[in-house]
Each structure stands twice: as C-alpha cells, then as structure tokens.
C-alpha cells in the first residue's frame, strides 16, 4: 500500500511539474492565438483522446475475445 501512494504521489509531482513547464513556455510567448487556432487545438487534443482510447479498447476486446491466442492446432 505504500509503495503504490509513494507511486501516485511521485507520478502526480511529474504531473503537476510537466503542466507548471508547460504553462510557463505557454504563456511566456508574446504572440496571441485566434480563435482558428483554438478550435484547431482542441480538436487536435480530443480527436487524439478518442483515437487512443478507440483503439486501447479494440486491443482489449481482441485480447479478451480470443483473437491473440495462438492456434496450435497445426
């Protein structure tokens, strides 16, 4: 049980260090982004969401309906 707080606790610092960085270089440009460039980002961001999770689940559901187990039958 410790070892898996110590594991979340350390993997939400890089988590929290990685958007402090990420917001930091954000923000430090001098540039303005429109609202194309806005729209754009977010569907970059949740179509990459879906394609991921899309295919996460087609790699469960070939693993738990069988189609990975080998065929020794030959």
């Not at 949740?46 to 189609?67: D, I, K, Q, Y």
Request: no cysteine; charged share 10%.
């Amino acid at each position: 049980m410790k070892q898996t707080i110590l594991l979340l606790t350390v993997l939400g610092g890089l988590v929290a260090a990685t958007a402090w960085v990420a917001i930091d270089v954000w923000t430090s440009m001098e540039t303005q982004m429109g609202w194309h460039g806005w729209i754009a980002l977010v569907l970059g961001v949740v179509l990459t969401a879906a394609l991921g999770a899309g295919l996460m689940w087609l790699v469960f559901h070939s693993s738990r309906s069988g189609h990975d187990d080998m065929d020794d039958s030959i």
